[in-house]
């Protein structure tokens, strides 16, 4: 006689797991850490290979040392935060520097809180706000591309945010002339963390993730268009601040639009809720480029949209299934 087996939902599953989603955007970074090692050579591998080893090993002694639980390592979560602090370091970073940014980020901004899936703010940007503020000097010294065999003796120069910068705070719009060119901005001839360098690439990975359904087009497409939008409407305004297409592909916007805004455990679960989230950061992003102290905002915007993610969720939390309307009932 057969027994009558009764389970909670789901009963149906879709195939996907924290492995296949980890590893999906690990691989949809290639083409971005390709082209940082073409731009950046020897530095680019240091800095990449320290960060991914040191954010794997403090979680592996913290999971087995401190809160004595099984590894946690081939998830793919820990190898996917150290490339993407990595992404956000410039080349030439001393490693110790990267050893302290990978603990802080592994360490407080994902294990403090109970590791992956419960921490409420992306572990990268942690560990890139932490090393950001402690270490400003060492992390606003851009090398700039094409020395691929230079590491901590690089030459230095000025980034497209800088001159933004620069020419707002001067307020002569003749500054924005020592911009890269639009197709050295896309490509990557342009100096800037390891991450920044190609916007072509970049999305390209962002292309390959929507594809495979690993994350949906709500937030990049948002943020990307509300900066688009805001800067123009600035552009038109007063020509010292930089047009759209400049700003859009300069910094870590696309870095942060298309991998870092997309995370899963930080960012809303709706689709209007990740348009809110997204609109909000691209806002915030152009805010503190413009009017902030730091050329770049995208890290600070992304953080602090983070924190309101469990608002936005209560706010845009989808109707239950069989839910009948109150206006129906009236």
């Known amino acids: 006689m057969s027994k009558l087996i009764i389970s909670l939902s789901p009963h149906v599953h879709g195939g996907d797991t924290i492995q296949k989603n980890m590893y999906g955007v690990c691989l949809a970074l290639v083409p971005a850490l390709i082209a940082s090692l073409l731009f950046f050579g020897l530095g680019s591998a240091i800095v990449m290979a320290t960060s991914v080893v040191a954010c794997v090993a403090f979680e592996w002694v913290i999971t087995r040392f401190l ?19 990595g992404f956000n370091l410039p080349s030439n970073l001393p490693v110790w520097i990267i050893i302290l940014g990978a603990l802080f980020a592994i360490g407080v901004g994902k294990m403090t809180f ?45 980034t497209p945010l800088s ?29 800037g963390c390891i991450g920044e360098v190609s916007a072509i690439c970049l999305l390209l990975g962002c292309a390959f993730m929507i594809w495979r359904k690993i994350i949906t087009w709500h937030i990049p497409v948002s943020i990307i268009l509300t900066v688009a939008l805001l800067s123009g409407l600035l ?23 298309c991998f870092m805004a997309t995370d899963y455990v930080t960012s809303p679960m709706t689709a209007r809720g990740q348009l809110i989230y997204g609109i909000c950061i691209g806002a915030l992003t152009v805010a503190i480029r413009c009017w902030g102290a730091y050329p770049e905002g995208m ?21 239950r299934f069989g839910e009948i309307r109150k206006e129906a009932n009236k």
């Open 114 to 158: 109970g590791g992956l899936g419960q921490n409420p703010f992306n572990p990268a940007l942690v560990g890139r706000v932490f090393l950001l503020i402690s270490f400003p000097v060492q992390m606003t010294t851009w090398p700039q591309p094409g020395q691929l065999t230079a590491y901590a003796d690089a030459t230095t120069g000025a």
């Open 235 to 257: 552009h038109i305004a007063n020509p010292i601040y930089a047009d759209p297409l400049s700003v859009i592909m300069s910094g870590g916007l696309m870095l942060g639009a």
């Open 67 to 85: 809160l004595h639980r099984q590894s946690t390592i081939l998830d793919g979560s820990a190898i996917l935060t150290g490339l993407l602090l």
């Open 163 to 191: 001159i933004m910068q620069h020419a707002i705070s001067a307020g002569d719009a003749s500054i924005l002339k020592e911009l890269p060119s639009g197709l050295d901005m896309l490509v990557g001839q342009t100096g």
């Open 299 to 319: 890290s600070f915007a992304i953080l602090i949209m983070n924190a309101f993610t469990p608002l936005i969720n209560t706010y845009c939390k989808p109707k």
